[in-house]
Nanobody, 121 residues
Framework: QVQLVESGGGLVQAGGSLRLSCAASGRTFGMNAMAWFRQAPGKEREFLAAITWSGSITNYADSVTGRFTISKNNAKDTAYLQMNSLKPEDTAVYYC??????????????WGQGTQVTVSS
């Protein structure tokens, strides 16, 4: 089992920034990617960004390219999502996930519990 704990969510004004963290623990051996998703009320869960376990390769959804940045601290097995120029439509529950590099975008192996991000106008 892999445990994922997200933190860093909260309330921010439009145009502001937040940084989310996701700490992985447990049987992470065999996992080679971490990813971030979000789910807004009434909408499907949306892939945002992924990073290889080494941190050397990243991939982003078009909707967040240029505003969000994924990174990873390998010593801490922690991934981050830096979110800039936030908009009210970014309001959602943000989830961290881990899995294999290709499937992590659609079928992650493990999910975190989610952290709420609310952007006020």
């Amino acid at each position: 089992q892999v445990q994922l704990v997200e933190s860093g969510g909260g309330l921010v004004q439009a145009g502001g920034s937040l940084r989310l963290s996701c700490a992985a623990s447990g049987r992470t051996f065999g996992m080679n990617a971490m990813a971030w998703f979000r789910q807004a009320p009434g909408k499907e869960r949306e892939f945002l960004a992924a990073i290889t376990w080494s941190g050397s390769i990243t991939n982003y959804a078009d909707s967040v390219t240029g505003r969000f940045t994924i990174s990873k601290n390998n010593a801490k097995d922690t991934a981050y999502l830096q979110m800039n120029s936030l908009k009210p439509e970014d309001t959602a529950v943000y989830y961290c996930a881990v899995g294999a590099w290709v499937p992590v975008r659609t079928r992650p192996a493990y999910w975190g519990q989610g952290t709420q991000v609310t952007v006020s106008s």
